[in-house]
């Protein structure tokens, strides 16, 4: 059984900083492409970024790019997003998801991730 779960959202100012992780259990975590994505109530999920199974390549959202960074540990089954200068726009609740099949790339389409977390709650404001 594929188990997601998310944590280190919180509540900060704008300008500031959080990493969240991603616990991953229930399947080779090291063979599946890995994402981050969002939402916020009453809005469609929006892809955020995504990492390749190895590691090595990584794809961020245009709203994101500098700003954001993902990265994992296949060693401990876990995927993180280490976000800097946190704009108003940035709340939601933020969800790691596993790409639907081992090995590919993965994509930005939300379609083709076929497991989310619970999700983790990110608030950005004064």
């Known amino acids: 059984q594929v188990q997601l779960v998310e944590s280190g959202g919180g509540l900060v100012q704008p300008g500031g900083s959080l990493r969240l992780s991603c616990a991953a259990a229930?399947?080779?975590?090291?063979?599946?492409?890995m994402a981050w994505v969002r939402q916020v109530p009453g809005k469609e999920l929006e892809w955020v970024s995504h990492i390749n199974h190895p590691g090595t390549t990584t794809d961020y959202a245009n709203s994101v790019k500098g700003r954001f960074t993902i990265s994992r540990e296949n060693a401990n089954n876990r995927l993180f997003l280490q976000i800097d200068n946190l704009k108003p726009e940035d709340s939601a609740v933020y969800y790691c998801?596993?790409?639907?099949?081992?090995?590919?790339?993965?994509?930005?389409?939300?379609?083709?991730?076929?497991?989310r977390g619970q999700g983790t709650q990110v608030t950005v404001s004064s």
């Open positions: 998801a596993r790409f639907y099949t081992p090995y590919r790339p993965p994509s930005r389409s939300i379609d083709e991730y076929s497991h």
């Open positions: 229930g399947f080779p975590f090291s063979l599946y492409g």
